[in-house]
């Protein structure tokens, strides 16, 4: 049990971990420079401190070769404050780091010079330098990528299509149509006749089916590595005779996960494959979503279910400490703010959208009721980073939902992006 428990800690901050770079991801990209004025500075673990600000200060050095003196001030600026930062360094932390430093956009003609250092999940490989007016993040973006894939193929002897299942993401390739004769004969053809040209057309079908899908799949890049199945769905006999017969490529052929029924063999017979092969799948990423959704689902529908949602009623169920898992959409962009009187001290404390580019802090927050004085925010938290907090102090577990498939929208649509499977029904 204790072995078990360990992993489950495990995989939920490795869930939260992910969730935080995205989100560091998604502001990083919101910003933007007047000129040539942001530095994008990637470290690999590799590499020396020293050998770092020695390329920084030759950097600083030939600034003096920008035309403009507000580009080449802006540009000295994020330098020193990047070397400022890099002292408190002896080497680069196990994976590496990405600074990011300059005079970003604020509105109003004005910049607030910002430095940002992000530790990434994964080893960065390569040293690099760049001043231009948004941040470059590619390569961070690029370890937000599945590093694993299944294939994905259903087929009937009408049609087929394939695609890839990528973490929660259901991603179609293509497909194509058979010219297989119906059952019945037309007039003038025996029976064995038409039943052997039957069987040809089907095996051509076949055929070009696992060629097409074959080249689709061998297509991904690192497909050694990334591709660790193949789901084949449709009806019987249809799927069993093409997953035995020498349709596909070897390599693909060997990698069969499970034969399942699907009665679906279009782009939405991917779903149908997806949700029939959930026990094959368990320990993937859309299988253990689709799954807690089913359960909070279960619980809703019920006279008197143990489920809750919104964030009034889950944040009650939460400090009861009735919450078995706490479901929160990944799409989730919202801050708990508390606010105070600079005057009498009264406090308030309330939950806000968080809008692109814009911060609290240069928000006006109004006047205190009590005594119409300024209010001040004295603390701003994302709420999934909250109601985390909140959900640890009573052992609750965390998934957090992607919207990548339809459960998962419907969490952010329907339910605001916060619900919860209760230990026992509360009614609050």
């Known amino acids: ?23 560091a991801l998604e502001r990083l990209e919101e910003k933007e420079g007047s000129g040539t004025e942001l530095i994008s500075l990637y470290i690999p673990p590799d590499k020396q401190i020293y050998d770092v600000t020695a390329h920084l200060r030759d950097e600083y050095g030939q600034c003096a070769n920008i035309k403009s003196k507000q580009t080449r001030t802006n540009v000295q600026s994020a330098i020193s404050s990047i070397l400022a930062r890099l002292k408190y360094y002896k080497a680069p932390p196990e994976n590496g780091m990405a600074v990011f430093c300059g005079a970003v956009n604020i509105g109003g003609d004005k910049t607030d010079l910002e430095s940002i250092i992000v530790e990434p999940p994964e080893p960065i490989r390569t040293y690099s330098y760049r001043c231009s007016s948004s941040f470059e993040l590619e390569t961070l973006k690029d370890m937000l990528d599945d590093k694993f894939v299944y294939g994905l193929l259903v ?4 049609e087929a299509h394939w695609g890839f299942l990528r973490g929660t993401r259901i991603e179609s390739l293509g497909g194509t149509h058979s010219t297989v004769p119906g059952k019945q004969r037309k007039g003038g053809q025996s029976s064995i006749r038409f ?14 089916v696992g060629e097409r899908a074959s080249e689709a799949f061998l297509a991904e890049p690192n497909f050694f590595d990334k591709f660790k199945g193949l789901l084949i769905g449709g009806p019987m006999p249809t799927k069993e005779e093409f997953a035995e017969g020498d349709f596909l490529h070897h390599e693909i052929k060997r990698r069969i996960v499970g034969l399942f029924d699907a009665s679906y063999t279009n782009e939405f017979g991917l779903k149908e494959l997806v949700d029939n092969a959930q ?15 089913a359960r909070f689902f279960k619980e809703l529908v019920k006279d008197n279910g143990a489920a809750a949602y919104g964030e009034d009623s889950v944040r009650a169920n939460l400090e009861a400490g009735a919450v078995d898992t706490l479901l929160l959409s990944e799409k ?28 609290f802090k240069d928000l006006p927050l109004g006047r205190c009721p009590n005594c119409q004085s300024s209010l001040i925010l004295e603390k701003e938290e994302d709420i999934i980073d909250e109601l985390t907090a909140l959900a640890d102090m009573s052992n609750t577990r965390v998934e957090i939902i992607s919207d990548d498939f ?14 919860a499977v209760l230990r026992y029904p509360t009614g609050l």
């Open 279 to 293: 026990d094959a799948l368990r320990g993937v990423d859309i299988a253990d979503e689709k799954w807690e959704m």
């Open 1 to 23: 049990m204790a072995g078990e428990y360990s992993q489950n800690e495990v995989e939920k901050d490795e869930a939260r971990k992910r969730y935080e770079f995205k989100k």
């Open 406 to 419: 339809e459960e998962g929208g419907m969490l952010m649509s329907a339910f605001g992006g916060i619900a």
């Open 155 to 158: 087929i009937d002897r009408r």
């Open 332 to 359: 989730l962009r919202k801050a708990r703010l508390t606010i105070t009187c600079g005057n009498c001290g009264a406090q308030e404390v309330k939950t806000m959208q968080i809008e692109a580019g814009k911060k």
């Open 195 to 208: 039943e052997r040209l039957r069987l040809i057309a089907i095996h051509d079908f076949y055929t070009k």
